[in-house]
């Protein structure tokens, strides 16, 4: 009876933002009992509370940790809430994005031998979170650092990782430089950043030159010469 009310109420009142808040929360309350998926219900409300960024919310989240969307369904979702809303809205919208997307225990598929049903956002393809966390910079260019220690750490996307760090060094209001070059250092020594465009060796003595980091001089020689010594060329 509650669930027929609810959808009346919400039929005669489409613009109602707290009729629509009590149906979905009374439907979240006894999904199992109603036996339905509830996307439908947060689609219905957007036709007409698009531009709310708490529908937006609830919808990705249950999308995201209850629902049975495809990574792919859920990347366009992701896109259609961003584009609804306005930008100087997307700090609400954003940290509800990166709670999935910037989680290295969201990149193995679930094993398909076990009993127990894994959560879809156990698996989310590389490529689907590299997306939205390239949008992500745009929106906020100060998690630039951020996204690129994530790129090295958890993704092993070094050449793009090593290619944002060029990218925040080249900037005259980066601070923590020295942080900054340790980073770029460790990625250039270990793994063909030669494919990206970075030459390591003419990057090291153009900096060297210019003696604007005499307490790393020692560091970076040690570092060009690592680089070599793992090639083979010394």
């Not at 009142?13 to 006894?30: A, Q």
């Not at 999308?63 to 306005?86: D, F, G, Q, V, Y």
Request: glycine share 2%; charged share 25%; aromatic share 12%.
């Amino acid at each position: 009876v509650r669930d027929f009310v609810g959808r009346r109420a919400v039929h005669h009142l489409p613009k109602s933002y707290k009729l629509w808040k009590s149906h979905w929360e009374f439907s979240l309350m006894y999904e199992k009992q109603l036996s339905q998926s509830l996307l439908p219900l947060w689609e219905r409300a957007l036709v007409t509370l698009h531009k709310f960024p708490r529908v937006w919310i609830e919808y990705l989240e249950y999308a995201h940790e209850k629902s049975s969307m495809n990574p792919t369904r859920l990347r366009r979702l992701a896109n259609r809430a961003l584009e609804a809303i306005p930008v100087t809205q997307h700090d609400k919208i954003w940290p509800v994005l990166l709670k999935y997307y910037q989680s290295a225990t969201s990149l193995e598929k679930p094993s398909t031998t076990t009993n127990v049903q894994a959560p879809l956002t156990n698996w989310i393809p590389k490529e689907t979170k590299l997306s939205l966390l390239r949008r992500y910079i745009q929106f906020n260019p100060a998690a630039t650092k951020e996204v690129a220690d994530f790129l090295a750490n958890d993704l092993n996307h070094w050449g793009e990782a090593a290619l944002l760090y060029v990218e925040l060094l080249n900037q005259p209001e980066t601070v923590q430089r020295n942080e900054l070059w340790m980073a770029l250092a460790n990625i250039c020594t270990r793994h063909p950043v030669e494919q990206v465009g970075i030459d390591w060796e003419a990057l090291v003595r153009g900096v060297l030159a210019t003696k604007k980091f005499k307490e790393m001089e020692g560091v970076l020689w040690n570092q060009l010469a690592d680089a070599w010594i793992r090639r083979g060329e010394f």
